[in-house]
């Protein structure tokens, strides 16, 4: 009998097939259609450190903002209990909502404006989901799973005591960042005092607060823990929108074709034995294409390793991409090593790429400022009318109006909001009403205590003589100081003047000629 050939098992240690990203294809949905897991390299470089810094400066932001007071409230406080927005020292009610048309409207216009000019910069550098991802859950990752290699050969490998240890220990403190990143976004709405009382009681005693933590802590950890690029490619709108704002002549990230084409192959120059050397080597050991003058990209792959979406950036600008520079890193890295130039990936217009000048000013970059500077003026000017008071005067509910034997009454309630952080004093006046009308209500200044709010009746009435149809006035509140004074046009409603003399008479007669 002949003896069977041994056939060799795959290294447990190793990848089952090497990701090759395609421009029709994204990397991390497998050909079934399930989810597969991407362990970008480690990169070193000065945008890997430019981005550390910032991405820590702004999860520092986040953390401390609540603990800023500014004029006896957090520095960002959208207290929804007072229905108050404070913003750095800034108040505003819930009746200025519509100045959030502005600010909506100023982002949408500002980020038309950077879009065009610098392409995904917010993506890589300063969204939320990209400072989250790398800077807190991918260090966890790293510290309890170790580099790429590791972290690829421990997803391989069988579950063993070790490896159920280290997945336990790192959704841990995945669930631990995912409550403490939840707790700190509910302290922009309750305050910290008030949150910190809340962690002390039953959840029942505050169930919407408690359920609202649960649910965005859960929504968190699944994003942070598996979904992760998944929501730049498919979900978020803004890389879609970004080919609708952007041209030739925004800057990208981007591979330059001209000077890296054709790809050659690699010889030591990485350094024997290094990391990076392997990693260069096996790649252009792969490529084995030699091209009598080759250009400067040795085929490492190293920008394809480091890539957090999975990508290629040599096929071009590709929705995947944020933006994240981590290629920029790798590739400078690897041309220093072989002493090439750096910068065969770099921030460029896709014209700079290609040999061309990039040009900054350009009808898109100029209808987009022109847009961003009228909503900046208008924005200015409209949040310059707010005033440290607010005041609304409502009918009151049933008749618009009260005909007596000798009057004609108008009821009204007038609500004032005191917007200030100390006690305000404010006159309430009505101006403009005919001769003889009588009011009554707000004889006196009305003083409110700081974000306090009062609503009072105000009732004004005719007496019927005096009464020669609906009228406009107008209600009036200043402060005591006279530097504010905000006005309302209400109209006194009644009876048709004629009709109700005619009636008056009639009722004159009728009583006359009763014995
Ligand atoms: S292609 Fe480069 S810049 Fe774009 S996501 Fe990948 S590593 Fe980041
Ligand atoms: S890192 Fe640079 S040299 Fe290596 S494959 Fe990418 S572009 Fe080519």
Redesign the pocket.
């Known amino acids: 009998m002949s003896e069977q050939p041994t056939v060799k098992p795959p290294s447990p240690r190793l990848p089952k097939t090497r990701l090759t990203p395609t421009v029709d294809s994204v990397t991390s949905i497998a050909s079934d259609g399930s989810r597969r897991d991407l362990h970008?390299a480690d990169v070193h470089g000065r945008f890997t450190t430019a981005r550390r810094w910032s991405g820590w400066g702004l999860i520092a932001f986040y953390l401390v903002l609540p603990w800023i007071p500014l004029n006896g409230h957090p520095a960002v406080f959208i207290d929804i209990a007072e229905r108050r927005f404070h913003f750095f020292g800034y108040t505003l009610a819930a009746q200025d909502t519509w100045l959030l048309f502005f600010g909506v409207t100023g982002l949408g216009f500002a980020l038309f404006f950077l879009t065009a000019l610098f392409g995904r910069l917010w993506c890589?550098w300063a969204c939320p989901q990209t400072v989250y991802l790398e800077h807190v859950y991918r260090v966890i990752e790293r510290w309890i799973d170790g580099d790429a290699t590791q972290r690829r050969e421990l997803a391989a490998a069988p579950l063993t005591a070790a490896k159920a240890g280290k997945r336990v220990a790192k959704h841990g403190l995945y669930i631990l960042a995912s409550l403490l990143i939840t707790h700190l976004f509910l302290s922009y709405f309750v305050s910290l005092p008030e949150l910190w009382d809340m962690m002390q009681h039953a959840p029942g005693e505050h169930w919407a607060a408690f359920l609202f933590v649960f649910i965005a802590a859960g929504i968190l950890y699944f994003n942070f823990a598996w979904f992760r690029e998944q929501l730049c490619i498919v979900i978020c709108p803004y890389g879609r929108l970004q080919s609708a704002l952007t041209d030739d002549h925004s800057l990208s990230?981007g591979y330059d074709a001209q000077r890296g084409e054709p790809r050659g192959k690699l010889r030591q120059e990485a350094g024997v034995g290094s990391e990076l050397a392997r990693a260069v080597s096996a790649e252009a050991r792969a490529s084995s294409l030699t091209h009598a003058k080759p250009g400067a990209c040795v085929d490492c792959n190293r920008?394809v390793q480091?890539?957090?979406?999975?990508?290629?950036?040599r096929h071009g600008l590709?929705m995947?991409?944020?933006?994240?520079?981590?290629?920029?890193d790798?590739c400078d890295e690897v041309m220093t090593r072989v002493k090439r130039p750096t910068g065969l990936?770099r921030y460029d217009s896709f014209a700079g790429l290609t040999g061309l000048a990039t040009r900054w000013v350009r009808p898109r970059t100029i209808l987009y400022g022109v847009l961003l500077c009228v909503g900046i003026a208008v924005a200015t000017f409209a949040f310059s009318t707010v005033k440290p008071a607010n005041f609304l005067v409502f009918r009151t509910g049933g008749a618009s109006y009260f005909v007596g034997p000798e009057d004609v009454r108008n009821q009204f309630m007038v609500r004032l909001v005191n917007k200030l952080t100390v006690p305000a004093t404010f006159i309430v006046s009505s101006e403009g009403l005919p001769a003889g009308l009588h009011q009554s209500g707000f004889e006196a200044p009305v003083t409110l205590a700081p974000m306090a709010e009062s609503v009072s009746p105000l009732v004004l009435v005719a007496r019927r003589h005096d009464y020669h149809g609906p009228f406009k006035f107008t209600v009036r509140v200043r402060d005591a100081a006279q530097t504010f004074t905000l006005a309302r046009e209400v109209e006194f409603m009644g009876p048709d003047a004629h009709l109700l003399k005619e009636d008056e008479e009639h009722d004159k007669e009728s009583h006359e000629r009763k014995p």
Do not use: K, N
């Open positions: 970008p890589g990230i920008c480091v890539c957090p979406t999975g990508i290629d950036i590709q995947e991409c944020i933006g994240c520079a981590a290629c920029i790798a990936i």
